[in-house]
């Protein structure tokens, strides 16, 4: 049997929870952000290609619009200091 918690052990249990939940909605993020740049690139590669690619990825027509165009990347998204 694995021993009881004190306060200092649930306390940095918690910390360490809470800081891999956040790496993985920073991942999710990135890795999101990334599919979307990337099916935004493709869909311009011929004519009917958008619809071509919602169907591949089960998906409403309007919906790789809405997507592309929330994780489009611009000019100022960037941070040049």
Do not use: C
């Not at 009881?4 to 891999?20: I, N, T, W």
């Not at 740049?37 to 590669?45: R, V, Y």
């Not at 958008?50 to 998204?77: F, G, M, W």
């Amino acid at each position: 049997m694995t021993p009881r918690p004190d306060d200092q052990a649930r306390a940095e249990l918690k910390k360490l929870a809470a800081q891999a939940n956040q790496h993985r909605e920073r991942e999710h993020e990135r890795i999101e952000t990334e599919f979307w740049q990337a099916i935004d690139a493709l869909q311009g590669s011929y004519h009917g290609a958008q619809q071509d690619i919602a169907d591949v990825l089960d998906v409403k027509y309007n919906q790789i619009r809405r997507q592309t165009k929330r994780y489009r990347s611009t000019d100022t998204d960037t941070d040049t200091d």
